[in-house]
């Protein structure tokens, strides 16, 4: 999964692609899963625990793409 990340991403996209490559671990491996938790480092806020709303957000979010590259690879005739 490395070819999706790239040095210039936002926290706001990185929480998206940490979320998107626990969700697809826990699709391939049955010793993973549970509900995503996750954190934000910053060197002015130090640690901060994301609200489960924003985390439910950011997995609602990834769902309407992966739906999306299915419907692109998806076309009817």
């Known amino acids: 999964m490395h070819r999706f ?3 210039r991403m ?5 929480a998206s692609l940490a979320a998107y490559l626990i ?8 010793k993973v899963g549970g509900p995503i938790r996750m954190a934000q480092i910053t060197t002015e806020e ?3 625990e994301l609200e489960e709303s924003v985390i439910v957000e950011v ?3 990834n769902e ?6 299915r ?7």
Do not use: C, H, M, S
């Open 5 to 7: 990340y790239d040095r």
């Open 10 to 14: 936002t926290i706001k996209n990185l």
């Open 23 to 30: 969700a697809e671990t826990a699709t391939q491996d049955p």
């Open 46 to 48: 130090g640690f901060k």
């Open 59 to 61: 997995v609602k979010g």
């Open 64 to 69: 309407e793409q992966n739906q999306k590259l």
């Open 71 to 77: 419907q692109f690879f998806f076309k009817e005739a």
